[in-house]
Structures are given as C-alpha cells and as structure tokens.
C-alpha cells in the first residue's frame, strides 16, 4: 500500500510537463549517443552527465534515466540493422535480428525489441519497487562457487545454442577463451599474454572486439563477394508492423526474458550479456521453430531485448537496496546521485523515499516515452538500409573506428580493430560462428576467477565447487544439459539437431 | 559431432587446406599460450589453481582442437567455397591503416575520412575526389558533435584546429 | 525548437574565448572512474574560477594508470600546460607492472584528496573488534579470508602492512581480489569472507546501517562520525591513505612549476572546488611543495617493500 502511493507521488511529480522535455532530451540524446558501436550506456550517461548538471534534482534525475534507457535502446537499433552491436549485452541481438533485417523484416525486428524493452522494463521496474529487498537477500547468497556453477551452467547451454559443427563452434569458443587470457591476472596482478605491450594489461576490450569481429569482419565479407546481387538487403517486405504471428511468437520470449534478466540483473557478478545469452539459449531450446534459429527467429530478438532490459532495471536492485554499484552502468548511476550528496544504500528508501520512488517513477515514464517515440520512427529507421551500401558501410566504419577511439585512442585498440576485423572476416569465410569467440571473452575470465576465489576460500578443498545448495543444482543442471543432447543423438536425432542450426552469416 | 562439414560434400579426396590451416593456428596458439604459462610464478596460493593454470587447460584444449580439425581435414576432404575478391579487402585493410597511421598527427577528421573514402571505394565507389572530401565533411561533422558537445577526447589535427579558432574566432 | 537548442548547445560548448592559459589534463583512466572524475571536476574549477581559460581532459586508461603514465612522460616533456591525475594505486601499479617509467619522470605538484581504508565483518560475524581479528590471523591465517581490490591496489597493500605489523608473514594472507569495491562489498555482506577492506566511503552507509561492523580505519587520527579506533590505536603501526593528486610534465622551469603550482593552489582555494569536494564526498587532504614530495617518497618506499614482502614484487 505505502509502495504503491509513494510510487503514484513519483509518477505525479515525473509528470509536469518540464519535466517531460527533460525526459524528451534526456531520451533523445541517449538514444542519439547509444546508437555508437563501442559506447554503452554507462559511457554514454558518463560523458553526458555533467549535461544534467545544472537542473534541479527532479529534472536531472529523469534526464538522467532518459539518457540510460535512451543509450540502451540506441544499441539495438545498430545490432539489428547494420550487425554491429553498439554494446555486449545487444550482441546477441545481432544474431537473429540482422538476419530479419536482411530480409526486409527490420521493421518487425525493431518492435519487437522496442516493445520486449518496454514490456521487460515495465515489469522488472514494478518488481524493483515490490520485491527489492527480498531479491537482494537472495543475490547476496551468491557466493563464488555458485558463481561458478553458473558460468558453467551458461558455457554448456550457450555454446551448444551456436552453430552447425560441434568442432567450428568450441574452436571459436576457445579462441576467445585465449584472448580472455590477455592482460593482468586479477588475483595475483601477474601480467599473461601481453608480451610486454602495455596497454595489452588491461586485457582485450569486449566491445572492441564485438565491433571489430561483427562490424569490420561483415564490411569484409560483404565487399568482398564477387556475385553480390544474391545478397541484395531489401529494407521493407511486407509490413512494417508486427504481425499477429510475429505476436504470437514474441509474447512468451519477453515474458521469460524478463523472468531471466532480473534476477540476473540483481546479482553482485551477474550481467546483461550473461542474460542475453541465456535467454536465446533458452528460446533456442523452447521454441517451435529452432530451424529458423540462424535465419532470422524473432524469439531470437524478443528474448534477449527482453532480458537485457530487465537485467538493467535488475541492477538497480542491489544499487538502491545496498549502495553497490555492480556494473560501470550502476557506478555511473551512483555518481548522478552522489551529484545530490545521497548515497544510496539500506538507509535510502527509507531517508529519501521521493527520490528514490522519483527515480522509479522517471525510469517508468522513460521507458514509455521511448516507446511512443521509438514505434513511429520504425518506418525511418529501416530506410537506413536503402542508403547506397558505399555510402552505409563507409558511413558504418566510421562510427565503428569513433567508439573505439573516444573510448580509449590509443594505436594499439585500433589495431586490434583491424586485426580482429581480418579474423571476423575469416572466420565467416570458413563459417567458423562469430559469437561464441565473445561469449569466451566474456565467460572465460569471470569463471576463472570465480572458480579461483572460491577454491582460496576453502583453502584449496575441491568439494566446496558443490558445497552450496545453489552450486550443486546449477551443476546438475549443466550436467544434465550437457547428456541429454548426447542421448538425443545418438537416438538418431542429431543430424536433424545440426541439419536445423544455422550459419552465422 | 558429426564427421562431415557441410561444405565438404561432393568434394574431392584431397586434405581441405583451410581446416588445415586451422588446425597449424590452433597449434601455434596453444604453444604461445603453454610457453607464456611457464613463464608465470606458480602462485596459486591457498585456492592451489594459480595464474598459469587456466591458461594451461586453454592449451590443452585448443591442442585437441587442433588434432581434431587434423583429421576432419583429411577425412571431409577439399571444400568448395565462395570466390572472393581481394581488391575491396585491401581498400578496406588499406582505409583502416592508414586511418591508424595519420589519425595522432593529421587529426581525427582527415584520417577518419580517408576510411570513409576507402570502404567507399570498397564497394565500388571510386571516384576519390568526391568521396575524399565527402570522407571528412562527415567525419569533421561528427567530431565537431561529439568533441564538441559531448567532451569525446578525439584527436584533433590541423583541420579541427582551423574550425575551432573559426569558432573563436566568431566570439567577442 | 530542438534544432536551436542543439544549436545553442553546440555554441556554448564551443564559445571560449581566443587567448588563454589552456591546460590539458591526461584522466589515465576510463570516463567515469575515480581519476577521471578528478580531472574533469579540476576541469570545471580551472574553467569556473577563470584560471584557465580552456581545459581539456583526455582519457588514456590502462594498467593502473601506467599507460596513461607512460604516455604523458614521452609526449608532454618541457611542456608546462600539461597535467596528469594519478594517485596511490599508481605507485603500486608502476611495480607490479614493471612499468618502464615512474612517478620520478614526471613533476608532482600537489595532493588534492584522498580516502582512508576501513576494516570491515558482516554484522552477523563472531568477530568483535581488530584485535579479535588479528588473533584469528596469528592462529591460522588461511583461514582469514580477506575481500578487496585488485591485487597490489591499496586494499592488498593494506592487508600485507596490518599482518607484518601483527608479526604474520604477509606472503601467508588469504587475499581475495575484487575487480570493484561493489562485488567485494557484496561478498561481506553475504559473508562469503571472513573481512573486508576498501575505502571508508564504500562502506560507510551499510557500517550506519547496522549490517557491517568497522573494526578500525587506517588514518592517524579517528575519524569524525565512524565508531572505531584507528589500527594505530589498536597497536599496528600502520597508517595509509589512498590518495589522489596532480603531477605536471617532465622537465619544466621551476618559474613554471611555480606557476602551475599557484594555480592548482587557486583552485583548491576556490568554492567551485570546495563545493564539488563536498558534494562528491571527497577528503581534502591538500598538500603541496616539498610536503607532498616527502609524503610522495615515503610512500613509495614504504609501498615498494610490503610489495616485496606480500611477493607481488621480485
């Protein structure tokens, strides 16, 4: 009862019509900044926030949503019609998304990703307000080993969700499981892989190489091609609007996206990209059409836009509850309220509760302005691709050299923009599959530490890795994952299995 | 786990040379990363995994792969592929390089649009005296967006420098 | 109406005047880190307070600041409107790194702020106070797991200098390393270690909060407002703060040193800065001139051999 007044205060004062230009700005901008490949949301709201500077804290916090919201949209749109990601957690997007647009389904493509965001962060900001402290009880259990456990859990589903050849598919995996290894080894300070090369210390950047693999590689591939009337790109076919099949098809993936990402979200070492993984995993596994998986599965976009949202919302939880800002974005987020000399932690909700259920309320009217903003502009969107393609691909490189220049300009992160680029394009000539070489980048380190800590707190005692009610079950779950296909195959059915999946390009 | 690759159908008997190819890579990678390895104190600590552990397992993983595609190359045999062109390849390389090259001394604008007119060019357009100054109004464009407005450090050369005494120059 | 006020941004963005003092500031970190919040809030001081007429700031991030280091000592030599942020990390990172250049090639100016270290238990913990805890790490100390930073930061640094002076061999403490102060935060709370360590602030509000225990702070002086004893008080002779400040190019004028150095002083003065230090909740602990390079090689020293000790360092 109290939650829901303060909640209808919030949402009277987010709705004075100033404020809502901030939030128009706000959005605009965000979306604007995010559409960069290299540049996410947490960039995006820490070059902007000194914009917000000047307003009082009602106009600033909500220009402040605006912008989060608006940057993580932005990435989608550049995922699903030009293949390039503008951050990790919309790289799965690309994958089905692309293949849509492709085929003259961008528009469908772009709803359903606006309207999965939308529906996934309607929910995930109401379970934020309802179910905050309990979630946040929840993800403090977490420790090590059960992170672990969940590594492996995502390793087994996720890479069996990619690609044709069991062979081409752990290649990849164990390319990027490689390049993981590059740079300081967090628990010991111990430099691997960077022979000497300092600014290899810090490791291989993932939207670097997110950028390099899918947007060079592709402008390689694509150009190269001697017969590329095969390859036209129709931007619209058929309608433009989702259709009541397209409908019928996305609902339950949002829902479940949704259901995977905040938890997800919430926890200290979770992650939207580890959510977005999932999640197409699942709608992998789930869906009535795991043929059309690879060619273009709607499910494939909804889900995932779905639970990167709800993971971002999902990250509030441990931010407003505890004061712990558990990804760049979130510690960005803790800057705009510092800002106003808060800290969030245990004490907010309870010593500010209008900002906080302020904040709450701005994050449900941006999320909607982006909706009624974003549908319209659908149609404009997807005539991107009508653009000559010398004038779109060089038009692409260029945004894709700037993010990773106003990033990090440093010579040797552009050079593994082309180097990378060479390999994506190699990669996709011998159909080796582009995304689980980023999926190793991103899982490979988190699970070597993990594992790492939780073995240095049980002094060595290998038994901990299952000590955990959450570890064993997550592991029996992987295990399970992993011996059913196994059984499924050697029933005769895997050469359906691998005749169904895809070729990445 | 199937033992053909698609492509190979309908091939001849002879070794597929990109799986090959593959598989040396993989070889390579995995000695580079095992020699690294030894290198590294064997700090594990208490957990008794150090910093040279994991990257062991990788090693030992890619090895296999690499075995693994050994054999797939002679067993799937030659695969037929796409041709490809080389020339739109080396604009593109060619763009991206010399954007690495000029971007610190000539500045963001000039270097970035030497890309632009090189990918143009790429696919086909390749009348350079348009898309070269098409290439850096663009690129001069953005930059003036995201230097200017929203505080991006990009480097700036002589041609920014130019714009913004224009700027300047504009004010009392 | 958005078309204007684009417009009117670009042009406030852009209008600065034609003659100036133009500082450039290298932030070798990301955007929105620790140091690059230092120097764009020096950034709006300098430019607010009329010091200097345009500063930029250009991020160079990589291996605790070293890159951006390394950087700043090839390319600003002799040029006096070049400035670097930096900070304690820095001075650990440039060992661990092995970093070909150190905080010797560059012309410190000044300490503008800095954080001290608190030692923390879950609420729940049997642990009561920092000699129950030093008692349960002389007993077993494989058994006192410890979350922080990153490995060599000032969290492990902190650690390796609280067991030396317990009399426990620092290479025998259980370290955790975190990557940010928030996953660590989140390990003590769900008591997955038995202690934590990292900056007072990152702490402070689940300390009030009654879900973590502060068993001591790692300042001279107890702190205004935090209910626990210094570690000096507590018998180890051990006192750190994890600072942040200003350095300058690598062979100037002492008339520019003394120029920048009056500057930066103007600064520190100003309310601009005094107002975003209070908002930000950052210490001031100015300290400048020969002060500042005494503390500087104190601490240097004093990091260098806890490096060695810890095994960090060969």
């Not at chain 1, 004075?16 to 995006?44: C, E």
């Not at chain 1, 109401?126 to 402290?133: D, E, R, S």
């Not at chain 1, 929840?138 to 069996?160: E, H, I, K, Q």
């Not at chain 1, 979130?330 to 904040?359: K, R």
């Amino acid at each position: 009862m109290n939650t829901f007044d303060f909640l209808l205060q919030g949402l009277a004062v987010a709705m004075d019509p100033m404020i809502l230009i901030y939030a128009l700005i706000g959005v605009t901008l965000g979306t604007a900044v995010g559409v960069l490949p290299g540049i996410g949301p947490a960039l995006t709201v820490a070059l902007l926030l000194p914009v917000t500077y000047g307003l009082d804290p009602a106009g600033s916090l909500i220009m402040f949503a605006g912008i989060y919201y608006g940057g993580m949209y932005g990435g989608s749109t550049t995922s699903i019609l030009l293949n390039t990601p503008g951050e990790s957690a919309s790289i799965v997007t690309a994958l089905e998304g692309n293949k849509m647009a492709r085929m003259g389904r961008g528009g469908p493509a772009l709803a359903t990703a606006a309207i999965g965001s939308f529906i996934a962060g309607l929910a995930a900001t109401i379970l934020l307000a309802f179910v905050a402290p309990t979630v946040v009880k929840l993800a403090l259990v977490f420790g090590p080993r059960d992170y672990f456990a969940l590594m492996v859990l995502a390793f087994v589903t996720v890479s069996s969700a990619f690609g044709e050849s069991a062979r081409k598919g752990l290649i990849s995996l164990f390319v990027g499981l490689a390049l993981a290894l590059v740079g300081i080894d967090q628990l010991t300070g111990q430099a691997r892989l960077s022979f000497g090369v300092p600014q290899l210390l810090d490791g291989i950047e993932v939207t670097t190489l997110a950028v390099a693999m899918f947007a060079v590689g592709e402008a390689l591939f694509v150009a190269a091609r001697r017969d590329t009337a095969d390859d036209e790109v129709i931007a619209v076919k058929g309608s433009v609007w989702m259709t009541a099949n397209d409908w019928a098809r996305s609902w339950k993936p949002w829902l479940r996206g949704t259901i995977i990402g905040f938890p997800i979200g919430a926890m200290p070492a979770g992650g939207a990209d580890i959510a977005t993984f999932l999640s197409y995993a699942a709608e992998k596994r789930m869906s009535k059409h795991p043929e059309e998986f690879g060619h273009g599965a709607i499910e494939g976009v909804a889900g995932p836009e779905a639970a990167n949202n709800a993971s971002a919302a999902g990250t509030l939880v441990p931010l407003l509850t505890l004061g712990l800002p558990t990804t760049a974005t979130a510690a960005i987020m803790l800057a705009g309220f510092q800002q106003f000399g808060l800290q969030p932690g245990p004490l907010l909700f309870a010593t500010n509760p209008q900002l906080v259920w302020g904040l709450i309320a701005s994050l449900l009217i941006a999320n909607f302005m982006l909706l009624v903003l974003n549908l319209p502009l659908i149609g404009l969107w997807v005539r991107l691709l009508t653009i000559p393609r010398p004038w779109l691909y060089a038009g692409i490189l260029v945004f894709a050299t700037l993010g990773t220049i106003g990033a990090n300009p440093s010579p040797v992160e552009l050079s593994m923009l082309l180097i990378f680029g060479v390999m994506g394009y190699a990669m996709r000539l011998y159909g080796y599959p582009i995304a689980p070489v980023v999926v190793g980048l991103i899982l490979g380190p988190m699970a070597e530490q993990q594992l790492r800590r939780a073995l240095s707190i049980s002094q060595g005692d290998l038994w901990t890795l299952v000590g955990s009610p959450v570890s064993a079950t997550l592991l029996a779950l992987s295990a399970i994952a992993l011996i059913v296909p196994l059984i499924l195959r050697a029933r005769g059915k895997g050469k359906v299995l691998s005749q169904l999946a895809s070729d990445e390009d | 786990m199937s033992g053909s690759t698609p492509q190979g159908s309908g091939a001849t008997r002879r070794p597929d040379g990109a799986t090959l190819v593959a598989a040396l890579i993989l070889a390579g990678i995995a000695v580079v990363i095992w020699r690294d390895a030894a290198r590294l104190p064997q700090a594990g600590g208490y957990a008794g995994v150090g910093p040279a552990d994991v990257p062991r397992w990788i090693a030992l993983g890619l090895a296999g792969l690499s075995l693994w595609s050994l054999v797939e190359a002679f067993r799937s045999g030659k695969a037929e592929r796409e041709a490809q062109d080389t020339g739109p390849i080396l604009w593109i390389v060619g763009g991206l390089a010399a954007q690495l090259a000029l971007l610190s001394t000539a500045g963001f604008s000039i270097a970035t649009g030497l890309l632009f007119a090189a990918t143009a060019a790429a696919f086909g357009k390749r009348n350079l005296a348009l898309t070269v100054p098409v290439g850096i109004t663009f690129a001069l464009v953005v930059y003036l967006l995201f230097a200017g407005l929203l505080k991006l450090s990009l480097p700036a050369g002589p041609l920014e420098g130019l714009v913004w005494d224009l700027f300047r120059g504009a004010k009392p | 109406m958005k078309h204007t006020l684009f417009g009117a941004l670009i042009a406030a963005a852009l209008a600065v005047p034609a003659y100036a003092e133009n500082y450039t500031i290298i932030a070798p970190a990301a955007p929105g880190g620790g140091w690059d919040q230092t120097a764009r809030t020096m950034q709006e001081a300098l430019q607010a307070e009329g010091i200097s007429d345009t500063v930029q700031v250009q991020n160079v991030p990589g291996a605790g600041g070293t890159v951006g280091l390394a950087q700043f000592v090839a390319g600003a030599q002799g040029k006096p409107d070049q400035l670097i942020v930096g900070g304690y990390v820095m001075v650990g990172a440039i060992l661990t790194n092995a970093s070909p250049v150190s905080l010797a090639d560059v012309t410190p100016i000044a300490r503008l702020t800095g954080e001290y270290e608190a030692i923390v238990v879950p609420a729940a913990s049997d642990i009561q106070d920092i000699n129950g805890l030093i008692e349960a790490l002389k007993a077993d100390p494989g058994a006192v797991s410890w979350a922080g930073g990153s490995a060599g930061g000032a969290d492990h640094i902190a650690v390796g200098l609280i067991a030396k002076a317990a009399g426990v061999d620092p290479t025998r403490i259980n370290y955790i390393a975190y990557s940010g102060g928030g996953e660590a935060l989140a390990a003590i709370l769900g008591s997955q270690v038995t202690a934590g360590i990292s900056s007072l602030g990152e702490f402070k509000a689940q300390a009030d909060a009654g879900a973590l225990r502060i068993l001591a702070v790692s300042s001279d002086e107890r702190i205004e407002g935090v209910d626990a004893p210094t570690l000096k008080e507590a018998g180890l002779d051990v006192a750190l703060q994890n600072w942040r400040m200003v350095a300058a190019a690598p062979g100037i004028t002492d008339e520019q040193k003394a120029a920048i150095s009056a500057d930066i002083d103007r600064m520190v003065q100003s309310k601009t800065w005094q107002d975003a230090l209070a908002t930000k909740g950052w210490a001031n602990t100015y300290l400048a001139g020969a002060d500042f390079q005494a503390q500087l090689d104190k601490d240097i020293a004093a990091t260098g051999a806890i490096l060695k000790d810890i095994g960090l360092v060969k």
